[in-house]
């Protein structure tokens, strides 16, 4: 049986993309392609990607930050696909979970070689885990996040504030420094320490009240992001858009 092979590949060089798309889905593969950081934090939640394809010089933030956040937050594998050639460039890059450094040009032989290998050990890895619907719900006049509609965990008004910033911008991370001035009104060591604790509480609480890791992902020099199906609330009446799980 052919091997499934979904890919998300982030690079900005328009013709290279296009045809490095047109190669891969000729040999079988489902190639989802962003310009950039912001459009990658954005798809990924969307599909069940075996593999990320990552150009280093992006224009709104370095590829190896987005190796670090897919190798920490998800088991996909990684292929970094630059023009930087240095073997410091390359060692940062493995350093930052690569488990392939390709220097462009590339043949899109190798580049398809590659995934396939990659994609191979990922799947054969793989962990089954349950099918678990998640969806999250904030209903802010009861300060609660529900989670699948049975399980409620009752918040602080800082996590309340904090969850509030992230159901905002689904999918995409938010500035650290948003989220100090909204919650601390002051952007420094103190209250970067203070968040820091409140997020690993919240991630403590809500494990202990639904038995979920709830899907808060930090992004790396950047800030927080929500990985997952969330909406806003007031009373019964929902108020924000929903990314897809």
Not at 14 to 19: C, E, M, T
């Amino acid at each position: 049986m052919q091997l499934k092979i979904n890919v998300l590949l982030v690079e900005d060089d328009d013709d290279l993309r296009d045809s490095v798309v047109e190669w891969l889905e000729l040999n079988g593969m489902h190639i989802t392609a962003v310009r950039n950081a912001a459009e990658f934090y954005q798809a990924l939640p969307k599909c069940d990607f075996q593999i990320a394809v990552i150009d280093v010089g992006l224009p709104d933030q370095e590829g190896y930050v987005l190796a670090e956040y897919v190798r920490a937050n998800t088991n996909m594998g990684v292929v970094i696909l630059t023009a930087r050639s240095a073997i410091e460039d390359r060692l940062k890059g493995y350093k930052s979970g690569a488990d392939q450094y390709l220097v462009k040009p590339v043949d899109c032989r190798e580049l398809s070689a590659v995934i396939v290998s990659i994609a191979r050990r990922v799947q054969n890895t793989a962990v089954d885990v349950p099918d678990i619907p998640e969806r999250w719900t904030i209903f802010v006049t009861q300060w609660e996040l529900h989670f699948s509609h049975d399980v409620q965990v009752a918040l602080s008004l800082k996590e309340l504030m904090f969850l509030e910033l992230l159901a905002s911008k689904p999918g995409l991370p938010v500035q650290k420094k948003t989220i100090l001035t909204k919650l601390y009104q002051r952007d420094d060591y103190h209250s970067g320490r203070s968040l820091d604790s409140l997020v690993r509480r919240l991630r403590a609480k809500i494990v202990s009240r639904t038995g979920v890791d709830i899907p808060i992902r930090t992004v790396h020099s950047v800030g927080y992001c929500f990985a997952g199906e969330i909406a806003l609330a007031e009373g019964d009446s929902l108020q924000c858009s929903v990314v897809p799980a």
